[in-house]
């Protein structure tokens, strides 16, 4: 029987196909920096806004980790939950930036939020 050899172009194709299989399986993963917006649903863990609107008052939670840009007005108060969150707001014609620890709670009064990061 007659050994066959592969053409150059091919193997060099199967190195690195096996290369980038490598790559993919054998690193770890890193962590996802996701923020986003998460039903409240009566929990008291996530970042909490609670907003005035209009003769309703609501609110709207984030959870995981990382910044996000919103334009939410009317907030009179803001609790991180099981978070440290930083709050960036407009409050008349300042801005400003509020860091919270965990399980920590501030009042706006009526503030116009600009900025969510946890941390």
């Not at 770890?28 to 907003?51: K, Q, Y």
Request: net charge positive; with cysteine; glycine share 10%.
């Amino acid at each position: 029987m007659k050994r066959t050899n592969l053409p150059k172009s091919l193997k060099r194709f199967a190195a690195g196909v096996l290369a980038a299989a490598a790559l993919t399986f054998g690193l770890p993963a890193s962590p996802a920096f996701a923020i986003n917006t998460v039903s409240c649903a009566g929990r008291d863990d996530f970042v909490r806004l609670e907003i005035w609107m209009t003769n309703l008052w609501t609110d709207r939670c984030f959870a995981n980790a990382g910044p996000m840009a919103v334009d939410i007005g009317g907030v009179y108060r803001v609790t991180s939950g099981n978070n440290k969150v930083t709050i960036n707001l407009r409050s008349g014609s300042s801005n400003y930036s509020i860091t919270l620890g965990r399980w920590s709670g501030t009042n706006l009064g009526g503030a116009t939020v600009y900025g969510v990061a946890i941390w």
